[in-house]
């Protein structure tokens, strides 16, 4: 029996490994009849960097606003181009938070049943050393839904 993933979750920073996960998370959700694709890219703004030492003076509410860049948000247009061929509907998420914690909260919030995030497979010989972000993903997203962590290479 095919597991069924209905809602996927895959995280993307533009960047190869995370290019591998889009393309793994589209084929295992057409291939599973998968229902949504959500794209999620993190990011941190804080504003101007000699601010930064002020960071426990911001609102408490600062974080509702944050300063997004028109590239950052090009990495999730471009995201959703790339997977508009799969035919599964893309919903695309920018969210000011740590890449780890931003996967999540979207999974939690969307009801996912599969995360899939990429890694750059830091390793030795036959060892694989996972990076931060598929790391705390895999540590902390088990209560969650099922995660897919796509080698991508060195």
């Known amino acids: 029996m095919t597991a069924r993933y209905r809602i996927i979750v895959v995280g993307t920073d533009?960047?190869?490994p995370a290019?591998?996960?889009l393309?793994?998370?589209a084929e295992l959700g057409a291939a599973t009849g998968a229902e949504q694709l959500h794209v999620v890219m993190a990011i941190r703004r804080v504003g101007r960097p000699e601010v930064?030492?002020?960071l426990d003076n911001l609102p408490a509410d600062w974080h509702a606003q944050p300063d997004f860049h028109?590239?950052?948000k090009q990495v999730?247009?471009?995201a959703a181009e790339f997977l508009a061929p799969?035919?599964?509907p893309v919903e695309t998420h920018l969210v000011a938070d740590s890449p780890a914690d931003a996967i999540i909260e979207v999974a939690e919030?969307?009801?996912a049943d599969l995360i899939v995030v990429g890694n750059r497979g830091h390793g030795a010989g036959r060892r694989l050393f996972l990076g931060s972000v598929s790391t705390k993903v895999v540590q902390h997203a088990h209560d969650i839904c099922s995660v897919l962590v796509v080698r991508c290479g060195d």
Do not use: K, W
């Open 109 to 111: 919030e969307v009801g």
């Open 19 to 21: 290019g591998h996960a």
């Open 86 to 88: 799969y035919g599964i």
């Open 23 to 25: 393309r793994h998370a």
């Open 70 to 72: 028109a590239g950052d």
């Open 52 to 54: 930064l030492h002020e």
């Open 76 to 78: 999730l247009v471009d």
């Open 14 to 16: 533009g960047s190869a």
